[in-house]
């Protein structure tokens, strides 16, 4: 059973225009979720987060938003640049059924994300 | 700071082969993970570890094995390799804490024939 769902496999958007990809997760005991980039032949980095007492954070061109009572998240990148082609992963950390932390990441499946020039 | 490493990059076996992946980090983490990634999937948990000595197990853990003994080392052992096998590895490492930015190697990829 996926807790961290991304539904859509890919996303083409024109250079200049908004980006918007879609997370929503299962599990009401996460408090806290982060956004990683992914380039081919590349491990994942860290991109932005955001806790759950929050509903929005922003770095740059990068905007998470959180609703919490939908259990959904959106990353927003505006203007959208050709060097931000690339998969783009949700993630939760996964917690104890105590609350601690597993010291691990849950992900969903990634978007890949095509900006056209 | 060289951050997380892993070697190889790259390797092939032959069914039924063993090896080990190696990771390390320099950072004096305490938490280490193994993932896979493959096509459509996403990156799925293996094993990790929350400090030397300890470890257990994630999503998908069988026909791997994982020892902790020092904090910078997280080797990850394929016992008897399967065509399944065939994935790209990454390594993570992150500080305590419920809100932990994890840190990646590169990756290897490993192809079993």
């Known amino acids: 059973d996926q807790q961290v769902k991304q539904n859509s496999p890919s996303l083409s958007v024109q250079e200049g225009r908004i980006s918007i990809l879609n997370c929503d997760y299962t599990n009401s005991m996460f408090d806290y979720f982060l956004w990683y980039k992914k380039y081919p032949a590349e491990g994942p980095t860290f991109l932005i987060s955001i806790s759950s007492i929050k509903d929005k954070n922003e770095d740059g061109r990068f905007t998470v938003f959180l609703n919490k009572s939908a259990k959904h998240l959106s990353l927003h990148i505006v203007p959208s640049q050709p060097g931000d082609s690339a998969v783009y992963f949700c993630a939760a950390p996964g917690v104890m059924n105590y609350g601690g932390s597993q010291g691990n990441l849950i992900f969903g499946k990634g978007t890949k994300l095509s900006v056209k020039p | 700071n060289a951050g997380v490493t892993q070697t190889p990059k790259f390797q092939v076996l032959k069914t039924g082969q063993s090896m080990t992946l190696q990771c390390a980090q320099d950072?004096?983490?305490?938490?280490m993970s193994w993932y896979r990634q493959d096509p459509g999937m996403g990156l799925r948990l293996i094993h990790y570890?929350?400090?030397?000595?300890?470890?257990d197990q994630g999503e998908v853990p069988n026909g791997y094995n994982v020892s902790r003994s020092t904090t910078e080392d997280f080797p990850l052992r394929l016992l008897s390799a399967a065509p399944s096998q065939t994935s790209v590895y990454f390594c993570a490492s992150s500080t305590r804490g419920v809100y932990n930015e994890q840190f990646f190697g590169p990756g290897t990829r490993l192809t079993v024939l």
């Open positions: 570890s929350v400090g030397a000595g300890i470890t």
């Open positions: 950072m004096n983490h305490e938490y």
